[in-house]
């Protein structure tokens, strides 16, 4: 494999361990952590290309900016579980069902 | 050397080898720990083993570069780690005396620390995470010091705050040790500031990160790199106006405080300025030297009072590392321009400080125990209700007794020969600066002897006089509950004593040190003098305090100052955290009144002209007023009445079925539907997920036909 797979290879295993996560941790917390695998999988295959294809570092500016937004991101996400606490007292997804039919 | 591939290793020296060996071991100790720690019983005797066998390798590096000269040292090998936009980011490692004795110093001590928490820790469920977490706080600190570059050494130096972060909160279910690990993460965090910002500064002026070979040129961005570099490290070391997040510390495992105030953490700090002290400004040395000998009396003032075991050897920490500081500030003093003696006291200082944090340890660790036994319920840190002790401990107050005389500065101990560099030091600085300058050796000899004080205090209020416990409600066969002397946790205590006299620092000469080539010492009677400060300073703890504890009435604005750190907590409360609670509620209030009103408006007047505007009520108006009107003009009465039966018929049969038909094939099928909106989030991302899989498969089978 190349470079540039095996980085692929990684980025895609990282996606599929968050999607993993997001999907079956009933901890609001642990399907963050999910999300949060997702975008550096993301970031990832963004440096990956930039450093194949392309010189320059666009690929590196663009990881960057969603590791900017992660943080942005994280720190809405957590005061919404903070709120969802407060209010359900527990960060257990599936008991959050208020929004059925 | 730089190394271009993984064969190039084979060239490279033993030591530097092994060196580079050590943290990746203890990361993979970490790894391990924490995926199999829990079924492995917590895996205690493999960290121990681990460490041992880093221990003895760190042992070699130190030994081996010690039997070199200093011209033919650094070892330095390097590699490249990334390139980015054609710049190349190495790393490295660089060995010499310093470094490896610092990586002698914190495997060693990291090994003692682990054979000490065997029995300490042994009850503890999550005990499979404090092993791992160990094991990571090590292999940060010797990355950390074996760093050729500042941006590896950031690094490391992060990983270092992220441990103690989850080390001293490991008790985070309780209230207090989550609060001081946050607290101790958010000072380092405003402190790391400053050194990122110097790392810009760096790589705009110069390109490179690495540090040898920089050096003060006379220009401001210099003195601004030396200013954040400071920052950070007063930050990690615990220096005004950071130290606030070193006494709560305290609320982690006693082990651990041990470790943070040895040879993780916050030696970090001391150890970057002794690799930076050259780029540092005349007027950044002035700095140090001040913040050093104003922490250093600060902290032992504070240190007078306290009454929990642990919270005095805090305070006394601060103040050592103070005195480290200011020796770094006064270093150019000595002919040699080295800093010898602030580096030499981190090594002495390290080896006494652990020994004096386990005592500690196995005190409250004892009493706990002995409280269990004999029902009793008092405060096992709080150093009012112990006393006597040194009949239930004899070999654990021998022990401390060689560290307190290392504090204090007796001769024979390593602390006379190093606190004593770091004075006359400081004395040489003031004859340079003349005048004012002389505040900084004064409040460093009344911090030497106000150590001496409180370390006496601490001695006779756990060791000497009577047991105090039934003043605390204890029953009288108390003092027989005690457990009996575990070896595991006496003998790390004896080796750290044999460390803290004079025979490793110094084999020849116990009254002066023989690897510090310096002309620190040329008058012969200064020492005796200092250690004649810390005999009248013992001298005065002994009689002030022979019959126990003050009593609490004698008491004032000075005790308080004293006991609650000159308040520095409380105005940091009032100057920083309510006033940002302050902003922060008002935010919420913006957020609630102005964003939410605005919505809530929006919907407001979107459901009033809805109902008015309803659709029956038109459907209504709509009949009366048009359709009734234009029927009965068409059809005449009379027929009306043969084809209403007609229509009558048709719309049972025919309209109705079809209508109702559709009703329930609606109601029906939405019922059915209406089961996946279940309000399970994860669902709803699984049939999304799902669709986009669906999507993604069908556009490429359209594209790739």
Redesign the interface.
Known sequence: MSALELYLSLSAFLFCLGVFLVLTRRNAIMALLGIELILNAANLNFVAFSAKYNGEIDGQMAALFVIVMAAAEVAVAFAIVLNVYQRFKTVNIDEIDTMKD | MQLHTLSDLGKVHLPVLLAAVIPVLMLLGFVILAAWGRRMNGGGWLAVGLHGLTALMGFFVCWSTWQEDNEFLPWHIWWEWFQ???KSITMGIWIDHKSSSMLGLVTGITFLVHVFSLAYIAHDEMRHRYWGYLSLFAAAMCGLVLADNLLMMFVFWELVGLASYLLIGFWFKEELPAMASQKAFIVNRIADAGFIMALMLLWAKYGSFQWAGLHFQGNAADTLIGLGLLIGAIGKSAQFPFQVWLPDAMAGPTPVSSLIHAATMVVAGVYLLIRMHPLMSPDLHVLMACIGAGTALIAAISALTQTDIKRVLAYSTISQLGFMVMGIGVGPANESGEVNFAMFHLLTHAFFKCGLFLVAGYVIHSLHAAQEKAHAHFDAQDMRFMGGLRRQMPLVFVAWLFFAASLAGLPLFSGFLSKDGILIGAMHFAERMGGWAWVVPGAAVVASFLTAFYIARQGILVFMGRNRAQGAGAKEDFQHAFPKTDWRMVTPLLILAFASTWVIFSPGNPFHPEYLKTSAHESPLLPWAFAGIAVLGIAAAAIIFRKGPLPNRAQGWVFDLSFKHFFLDDIYQSLIVRPFLALSRLLALVDHFVVDGAVRLVAGIVLRKGHRASLSEAGEWLDHQVIDPVANEIIQPKEQHSISRATAWLDQQLVDRIVNGVATLVMRSGKRV??L??????LY??YS?LAMLVLLLTLMFIFTG
């Open positions: 980015v936009g054609g209406g089961k909106q279940s309000g399970k989030m994860q991302l699984l997920l």
